[in-house]
């Protein structure tokens, strides 16, 4: 049911889209109003003042989703025809594909379905009881996480100028950073399409969701999550992504993707691909193996620039190895990699010419290897490899497993970058030693916005000395210190100590967040 009524906002959404075509609006609201009466069972009960909207839900609740889509197909075709402009052809084709989402979505409630499920023999639940289905409109320029449009994002979240939710209102802050061929497509509404813990070994499932990425243009984000991909990458869905030019963003975390041949297979489909920016890799079984059949494979490709890979099994070092000389080319172009768990050891063979291509990077703007035992050592070279770079912008260490002398190594790189804006070192002991060395550094660096420090084991002492470096620091908005031993054991004159730089402080910073609550609260409840 969920399914069904995402489904139907989404063929309201495209109808609202099409009478609101300057060109041809007018024409396709009298050709669609005059179908949907027609297809009525009783017609001459329906209000002549009523909305075509009123009329469309009416069709639905009568003859079904399917129904409606035909009627909205027919009509629009014909005002596409007799316009001589607008993106009625657009609508059109955005119609066609949510039309065999309606195909797809069916098959779940398929008494032949489910008995298939129950014979199949992948990992997938046997049920469809647990299985999700999403779809939303969104635009290619929203599937991008680059530099132009987070920036864009985070001034829209952060109180900037309000801006309507609406696709048609959002605008592209630079058509540069798409570095594509068809940029004037980017601001067109598209679809974003998820399936999670789906059974797709049947035919049924899978020909729509190839006819779906092959014969139209209208899915820009694609994600299988919990599903079973061994015989797909080798099949129906590698043949897919060969042949779709729309995708820009491909989700398979937490989907299976057997052996190394299943992740050559993956980059030999992507290896070609125009459009697509964003791989995500999470939780799929990949190796070190797979790794380097997938990174080879994808050396020929020229447009992807995101790729995670986290939460899987790299402990031999060989796809450090391979990451690293994928840097070092530039094949291909990565700029933000996520390395999160993945059971990484530091090592001077493997590890280290790693940290050294991201070093001599100029196109690498986010590196993610927290949750990996990189030590004091690992993260001492990481902290060469920023004195070197000047074009990362986010660096996450957490639970890396360092202390006083990987911070000690951080901070004298933090008092010469003025690239990095955020620096994320939550759950290490660092202690109050290393936590004042990152605090003493900030009150030389001029370009870390964002920290954080959460279980850190820091107390009141590291806070007083952060709160004395920030009064030299103007550009860091964000602080995080939850989970630490901060307000615990202070006296009166530390209290008022802590308080009085707090209220210094104020201006320039603009979030302190202190254990479960705000620092700013705890002020003022003392009150």
């Known amino acids: ?78 005002a596409r025809h007799s316009s001589t402009g607008g993106h009625l052809g657009h609508v059109v084709e955005l119609l066609r594909a949510v039309e065999l989402l309606v195909g797809l979505v069916t098959s779940l409630d398929s008494v032949e379905s489910e008995v298939r499920n129950y014979g199949c023999t992948c990992d997938v639940v046997r049920t469809d009881n647990m299985a999700e289905f999403d779809v ?115 989700d398979l975390r937490l989907s299976s993707l057997g052996d190394p041949a299943g992740a050559a297979a993956l980059g030999e489909s992507l290896s070609r691909h125009r459009r697509m920016r964003t791989l995500i890799l999470a939780g799929t079984g990949l190796t070190d193996a797979g790794l380097r059949s997938l990174l080879a494979a994808l050396s020929a490709n020229r447009k992807l620039v995101e790729l995670d890979v986290g939460f899987n099994d790299l402990s031999t070092g060989s796809g450090c190895l391979a990451l690293g000389d994928a840097l070092s080319m530039r094949r291909p172009p990565l700029r933000r990699l996520r390395l999160r768990e993945d059971a990484i050891t530091w090592s001077t063979s493997t590890v280290a010419p790693l940290f050294r291509s991201a070093a001599r990077s100029t196109r690498l703007r986010c590196l993610d290897v927290s949750g990996n035992a990189l030590s004091d050592d690992g993260v001492s070279q990481l902290s060469e490899a920023l004195l070197i770079n000047r074009t990362l912008r986010e660096l996450n260490v957490e639970y890396c497993q360092f202390g006083y002398r990987g911070c000690r190594a951080l901070a004298r790189a933090l008092r010469s970058n003025d690239a990095l804006r955020s620096l994320q070192l939550s759950r290490n002991a660092i202690g109050d030693d290393g936590f004042s060395e990152i605090a003493g550094a900030l009150r030389y660096n001029r370009a870390v916005t964002s920290l954080g420090a959460n279980q850190c084991h820091v107390t009141n002492v590291g806070l007083a000395h952060l709160l004395d470096a920030l009064r030299h620091n103007v550009t860091v908005t964000l602080v995080k210190l939850c989970y630490n031993d901060i307000g615990r054991r202070a006296n009166d004159d530390q209290r008022r100590r802590r308080t009085r730089l707090r209220r210094d402080w104020m201006t320039s910073c603009s979030s302190l967040q202190v254990s479960e609550i705000s620092l700013t609260k705890r002020l003022r409840q003392r009150k």
């Open 1 to 78: 049911m969920r399914a069904h009524a995402r489904l139907s906002a989404v063929v309201g959404q495209l109808l609202g889209l099409a009478l609101d075509d300057d060109d041809s609006s007018q024409q396709a609201a009298i050709d669609v109003d005059r179908l949907l009466r027609r297809v009525l069972p009783k017609p001459e009960t329906v209000s002549t003042t009523g909305s075509t909207f009123e009329l469309l839900d009416e069709v639905i609740a009568d003859g079904g989703l399917d129904v409606a889509i035909r009627v909205l197909l027919d009509a629009l075709t014909r």
């Open 136 to 250: 939303q409109m969104t635009s290619v320029s929203d599937c991008v996480t680059d530099d132009a449009t987070l920036s864009h994002r985070l001034r829209c979240h952060s109180g900037g100028r309000a801006t309507d939710c609406h696709f048609r209102s959002r605008r592209v802050a630079s058509v540069a950073a798409f570095d594509d061929d068809d940029c004037r497509d980017h601001h067109l509404p598209s679809l974003s399409v998820r399936l999670s813990g789906w059974c797709l070994c049947d035919q049924q499932r899978t020909v729509p969701l190839t006819r779906l990425l092959t014969d139209t243009r209208s899915v820009c984000e694609l994600a299988l999550v919990k599903v079973n991909l061994d015989a797909g990458l080798t099949s129906w869905l590698s043949a897919a992504l060969r042949a779709n030019t729309s995708l820009v963003r491909l």
